[in-house]
């Protein structure tokens, strides 16, 4: 049986944020607010003794999970510069995850990551340096 295709424009499809399980856990990303900067500190304790917190994860917590790979397929030279799933020392554009925090409501992980920046992190801006972008694939 095939499921009715026409039921998303209908406005009656199911997505998976339609599920409602008493144990899941929502997923949250914190995010880099700076372009470019150098990672000093993740401080997680005081997020994950929150109420309703389950865990914060940050890139040491992920060591064992691959960088992510190019979409064209292998590229050797491009090796020492696949990314990470969650910055490990630097930040190197507006919105690159730093952390995840798993919360039992979207509401909390969400409030939880958006305040997380002002209290969690600390991340020392460096300058822009366009001339390293554009010498980088020129090797």
Known sequence: MTADPSRFPRGAGRFTDDLAREDALHLAVVR???LHGV???IEVSEAENLPHVHHVLTAADL???????VRVGPTPRL?????TVLAVDSVRYVGEPIAVVLAAAARDGAAIADAFGDA???I???PIRPETVCGAFSR
């Open 124 to 126: 020392s801006e460096l």
């Open 120 to 122: 969690g992190s600390s």
């Open 39 to 41: 990672i000093e500190d």
């Open 32 to 34: 880099s607010d700076l």
């Open 63 to 69: 060591d064992h999970v691959p960088r992510i790979p």
């Open 79 to 83: 090796e020492a510069r696949l990314q």
